[in-house]
C-alpha cells in the first residue's frame, strides 16, 4: 500500500559527504515521524536519525550519539520525501541505510502503519 523508495547511497572516501533520499508514494492521508536506520554486516539495525512530521529533531533521541554534528535530517512534507545529509563520513559509518515511515492511511482512522524501505549502501572506504 506504500512503498518508499531510496537514492543516494554508493562508494565515498572518509571525510566525504552524500545525501540519501526516501520518497513515499501510495495510500496515505499523512506520514508522522520519518527516519534512517543502518544495518553493518554482522550487527543489529540501528536508529540513525529521526524527524517529527513538523520537522523537529531536536529531541534527545533525534540522532545516535555516533552521527551527532556529522548527519542531517530533514524532509519535505509536500513531496513525501526524507532527506540524511552525511558529512565527514568515516569506515564505520558503512552499512546498508534504510528509511522508515510511520503513515496514516485515512482521516477516518487513528492507526498508523510503519513502513520500509529497501535499503541502500553506503560505502566509507579509501
Known amino acids: 500500500q506504500v512503498q518508499l523508495v531510496e537514492s543516494g547511497g554508493g562508494l565515498v572516501q572518509p571525510g566525504g559527504s552524500l545525501r540519501l533520499s526516501c520518497a513515499a508514494s501510495?495510500?496515505?492521508?499523512?506520514?508522522?515521524?520519518m527516519g534512517w536506520y543502518r544495518q553493518a554486516p554482522g550487527k543489529q539495525r540501528e536508529l540513525v536519525a529521526t524527524v517529527t512530521s513538523g520537522g523537529s529533531t531536536n529531541y534527545a533521541d533525534s540522532y545516535a550519539d555516533s552521527v551527532k554534528g556529522r548527519f542531517t535530517i530533514s524532509r519535505d512534507n509536500a513531496k513525501n520525501t526524507v532527506y540524511l545529509q552525511m558529512n565527514s563520513l568515516k569506515p564505520e559509518d558503512t552499512a546498508v541505510y534504510y528509511c522508515?515511515?510511520?503513515?496514516?492511511?485515512?482521516?477516518?482512522?487513528?492507526?498508523?502503519?510503519?513502513?520500509w524501505g529497501q535499503g541502500t549502501q553506503v560505502t566509507v572506504s579509501s
Open positions: 522508515n515511515a510511520r503513515v496514516r492511511h485515512s482521516p477516518y482512522t487513528v492507526s498508523e502503519y510503519d513502513y
Open positions: 501510495g495510500s496515505i492521508f499523512s506520514i508522522n515521524a
